[in-house]
């Protein structure tokens, strides 16, 4: 019996989107519930870490975004049996998450001026220091994703955050700063075209 998914985050994409992605992907059932600033305030005290989103799987909540996708990734057919395929791809979640860590600090940091600096470090030196790794690493892997020839989880983080980055969102952070990075770029755009991503997106 399909077990009965309930996924609460707030209404933006953020850190929901690759789950929400994997579960639609993989035809699985689940309730997307989107929070108020309000409700969240109402939720937090009784949330495992005081975070969203977080996952209730047959009433059980389970929290932390990365266990949820690879739990929805192995749902979906997603998240790759074999274990070093599966090394593969928590990797690069892994190292997904450092690199959103040093995007932090800046958005905690309520003088502008300061944030600014911030950001334009972020922009010219973290952030391409890490786009650069993540490049290299994937570029040297056969096929047109990040962890061999079949998309997994990671690529959907990978296209959530990427497509984030290219809103311009983000003050002092171009929107141009993936464009170096043509395997990253090609992984964004492959799985943007995905038929069920696009239908996704259409609807919300």
């Known amino acids: 019996m399909a077990p009965t998914l309930k996924l609460t985050y707030f209404n933006i994409k953020g850190r929901a989107e690759p789950i ?3 579960l639609y992907i993989g035809g699985i059932e689940f ?3 989107r929070l108020t600033g309000e409700q969240f305030a109402e939720l937090k ?3 495992p870490y005081g975070q969203v989103p977080v996952l209730e799987v047959d009433g059980e909540v ?7 996708l ?3 990734g192995k749902l979906a057919g997603l998240y790759p049996e074999d274990p070093v395929v599966a090394m593969r791809v928590d990797e690069a979640l892994c190292a997904g998450e450092d690199m959103s860590a040093t995007l932090r600090p800046s ?3 309520k003088d502008e001026a300061k944030k600014l600096e911030m950001r334009k470090a972020l922009a010219e030196e973290t952030l391409p220091k890490w786009l650069g790794m993540m490049e290299k690493r994937y570029s040297a892997r056969p096929g047109d994703y990040s962890c061999g020839e079949e998309m997994t989880v990671a690529d959907l983080a990978i296209y959530s955050f990427g497509s984030w980055m290219k809103m311009g969102v983000l003050d002092g952070i171009p929107t141009s700063i993936l464009d170096p990075y043509p395997t990253l770029c090609g992984i964004i755009e492959k799985v943007g075209a995905h038929p069920k991503v696009k239908e996704w997106n259409d609807k919300h």
């Open 20 to 22: 929400r992605l994997a």
């Open 31 to 33: 309730e997307d519930n």
């Open 45 to 47: 005290p009784s949330l």
């Open 107 to 109: 958005f905690f940091e």
């Open 70 to 72: 690879c739990y929805a």
């Open 62 to 68: 389970i929290a932390q975004g990365l266990a949820q």
